[in-house]
């Protein structure tokens, strides 16, 4: 069986209505009236004919040469029509920086949320921007972004947690000047970079974050002797001295403590320090020809970084390609 469309429903409904009410109102009127019948019942046939007709116009319309497709093609340009009127009204109101105002309709009208949040969040109306982020979007991220930058960072907090960006929390925090709670999340962090053999950033965190310097330095030392990025952790260790004799000094050290592997990266070092240090050339470059000399016999190449030493020596230059090609004649220092 065809199943019956929504206006066939809506005809059958009325009719029993209509009997109902005629058969109602001849039980209540003191007995059956063949006249009050006849009438009512000729009153229920004119409705009758009346829907069918109605009806008969609704389907010729739908079901034209057309196909049915004109009124959906009506239909759909009427609401386009809407749509860029009320795209054309927000951004009017954009335009003259009424910025909720453009929200509203975002929101409300052309039922775009996105578009809302960002307008609400142009118009630095961030309170309102996150509350549309994180109801109708369901981004923590950006909720706690316009929460930071509206300056409600008690409401920031919770989402940053849950985000786990421990050092935005820290920071945040900080803001509140509650130190301890900043350190509390500062020191995760650091925690996390040490776990992972990032000296180098956990050092910051001490030094930028936590004003602890000291702490810094130390770390930076436990990495060089570690090998947990050893190179940049002796290099940020010696910008925390503060005379060039302590410079020397530490690097005396290292290079009679150092084994083969550590005294390669040492010379590498060197050479950053060379260019740095403009009263420490000469120590500098005296510990570099040193440490090249030991691994020469097994290293022959390493002779090349004696160029690094003396720039533009053309003489050295010479020296080292022969005792290269050459059968690695002695080089005078």
Wanted: aromatic share 10%; charged share 25%; net charge positive.
């Amino acid at each position: 069986m065809k199943p019956q469309s929504f206006e066939q429903k809506l005809f059958n409904t009325v009719v029993l209505l209509l009997l109902l009410k005629v058969f109602l109102s001849m039980f209540t009127s003191g007995g059956l009236n063949v006249r009050s019948f006849l009438i009512a019942l000729l009153i229920l046939v004119l409705i009758i004919v009346i829907i069918r007709i109605i009806m008969s116009g609704r389907n010729t319309r739908s079901h034209s040469s057309s196909g049915g497709g004109a009124n959906v093609l009506l239909s759909s340009n009427m609401f386009n029509r809407i749509q860029q009127e009320y795209e054309t009204l927000a951004a009017n109101y954009l335009k003259q920086g009424a910025y909720r105002k453009a929200a509203d309709i975002y929101l409300r009208l052309l039922k775009n949320p996105h578009m809302g949040a960002q307008t609400l969040e142009q118009g630095k109306l961030y309170n309102e921007a996150a509350i549309i982020y994180l109801d109708k979007l369901q981004n923590k991220n950006k909720a706690a972004e316009c929460y930071e930058l509206g300056r409600d960072y008690t409401r920031a907090i919770p989402l940053f947690k849950e985000l786990d960006n421990k050092e935005k929390v820290g920071d945040l925090y900080n803001l509140l000047a509650d130190r301890e709670q900043a350190n509390h999340y500062y020191q995760l962090v650091t925690d996390d970079y040490i776990e992972k053999g990032q000296y180098i950033k956990a050092s910051l965190m001490y030094k930028q974050k936590m004003g602890l310097p000291g702490k810094a330095k130390d770390l930076l030392w436990k990495g060089w002797e570690t090998r947990k990025d050893a190179f940049n952790c002796l290099n940020n260790y010696l910008t925390y001295l503060d005379h060039d004799h302590e410079v020397m000094d530490t690097l005396e050290r290292v290079a009679a403590t150092s084994d083969m592997t550590q005294k390669e990266i040492l010379l590498q070092v060197l050479k950053y320090e060379y260019n740095k240090y403009s009263s420490l050339e000469v120590p500098i470059r005296d510990m570099a020809y040193t440490l090249i000399a030991e691994r020469l016999p097994s290293n022959p190449r390493i002779a090349e970084q004696l160029k690094d030493f003396v720039p533009g020596d053309k003489v050295l230059s010479n020296d080292i390609s022969r005792y290269l090609n050459k059968g690695n004649k002695a080089i005078g220092f």
